[in-house]
């Protein structure tokens, strides 16, 4: 089996949405303690306008207090050219720059249309690159868009290609609303993971209509080698329409470990640091692993 590495997105793509305000230092805690949980890769925080995004307005902190880790990756996300010099301020010395490949959840998100996102993505790149950022080039909505329905595959193989052509490091799909499905998964990346020709190709879902782990398991076969998850299954968009979680990364990891994948995360650990959030947020986190685990506990 290839080598997959799972990155960890809860400290963004799940915080952003709730409306609690979860404190600064909770977050630096929680994303020492899923590195110390065996997460490689960690999307910390995303420089966006607080105005916008409220609960990332302490990125900058949450970036000067983390605890940095040898060999750990720690990522932001950035959807223009001001993000990245917030992110190389911030000390980062990788961006997640992303465009939507859907016109109207583009304006919603970023405020742009999908053709000044194209160049603001230009901008991102050439700022980061001037300042030595890894990037990694992104296209959000890439398997459907609540707005919009079906999102071409023509039009997302094209962003796709030219974030390839203009040299990211490393390049991501989103399914940012769960619409994807295993076929569709597997021709798109098929196809990206070829042209990326050696460079890491990663796929970010959602679980939404429950086709999460399917959708890991078809990438999979089409040679993608970095998946998005959350602990606890958190996540969404404040602007797609009933967006929910991310696969939930303890239930990534397990499943990967009985196909004989190692990930190197301690499943027990992040499913712990989930329980402890389904406390603070009181409310049920989708991710099924903490409750299966709560449950041998049990039976012990
Ligand atoms: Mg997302």
């Known amino acids: 089996m290839p080598i997959i590495l799972i990155e960890e997105q809860g400290p963004r793509d799940g915080f952003q949405v ?15 303690a899923l590195v110390e949980a065996g997460l490689q890769r960690i999307q910390i925080t995303s ?11 302490d990125a900058e902190e949450v970036c000067s207090h983390v605890k940095k880790q040898d ?61 030595g950022l890894r990037v990694r080039g992104g296209v959000q909505c890439a398997f459907g868009c609540r707005y919009e329905g079906k999102i071409s595959e023509k039009v997302v193989l094209e962003l796709a290609k030219r974030h390839l052509d203009l040299g990211v490091d ?12 295993p ?11 070829q042209w990326a020709d050696g460079r890491p190709v990663a796929l970010h879902l959602h679980d939404t209509e429950g086709k999460g782990m399917a959708n ?19 996540g969404g968009c404040p602007f797609i329409k009933g967006a929910t979680g991310n696969i939930a990364t303890e239930d990534a990891a ?27 947020l009181e409310r049920k986190l989708p991710g099924r692993m903490k409750d299966v685990l709560q449950m041998d506990l049990a039976m012990i």
């Open 216 to 234: 890991m398991l078809a990438g999979i076969e089409a040679g993608v080698t970095i998946f998005d998850t959350a602990f606890g299954g958190l």
């Open 71 to 131: 060999g750990v990756l720690y990522s932001g996300l950035v959807l223009n050219a001001k993000g990245v010099e917030r992110a190389v301020r911030a000390g980062l010395n990788h961006v997640a720059a992303s465009i939507s490949a859907s016109d109207t959840h583009s304006r919603k998100n970023a405020n742009k249309s999908l053709e000044e996102a194209q160049t603001e993505f230009e901008e991102m790149l050439r700022v980061a690159k001037a300042e």
């Open 170 to 181: 490393e390049i991501a799909l989103a399914d940012s609303t769960g619409m994807g499905n």
């Open 254 to 280: 397990n499943m990967l470990h009985q196909m004989g994948v190692q990930t190197g995360i301690d499943l027990r650990r992040v499913a712990a640091l989930s329980q402890e959030m389904e406390t603070f």
């Open 47 to 57: 420089f966006v306008h607080p105005k916008f995004v409220p609960q990332m307005a």
């Open 18 to 32: 709730e409306k609690k305000p979860i404190p600064t230092e909770m977050k630096v805690r929680y994303v020492e």
């Open 183 to 193: 076929d569709a998964i597997k021709r798109v990346m098929t196809q990206v993971v």
